[in-house]
């Protein structure tokens, strides 16, 4: 196996109802910097997604929940600790982001806590992590 690193990051494509729109949300309440091709936060190791303008409504398909669950991630961050989490939640809900999911710990799995947004055009962005702090 090659121990060198070969993929540095991955990127979510979207297909979206109204480009313009939806870079101004992403912007605005999600605190990305836009460019002409991507929506980016905490540089393309972060948040990455290219936002495309899809051809007709019908095209816009997030992602449906999977057997047993009642949400569906379209993508998903990676949250370094708990005090992060937090601050992105709070970020985001006092810029008016559509919160889908209010952030809970599963105490099973780490534990890990979660929330997660819906765009515009409702894709659900999930950001979760365990916390560095805890034992």
């Known amino acids: 196996m090659n121990p060198k690193k070969q993929i540095h990051s991955s990127l979510k494509v979207l297909l979206v109802s109204n480009l313009e729109r939806s870079k101004e949300y992403y912007q605005n309440v999600l605190g990305c910097e836009v460019t002409e091709w991507w929506v980016i936060r905490d540089g393309f190791s972060g948040l990455g ?61 780490g534990p890990w806590k979660e929330f997660a947004i819906k765009d515009i055009d409702n894709y659900c962005i999930g950001f979760g992590g365990t916390d560095k702090k805890l034992p």
């Open 49 to 109: 997604i290219k936002l495309l303008q899809a051809n007709s409504p019908g095209d816009v398909q997030p992602n449906k929940p999977a057997k047993d669950t009642n949400t569906a991630f379209d993508v998903y961050c990676y949250v370094e600790d708990w005090s992060s989490l937090d601050e992105l939640y709070e970020e985001f809900r006092e810029k008016g982001a559509m919160i889908t999911i209010e952030p809970w710990i599963d105490h099973s799995a």
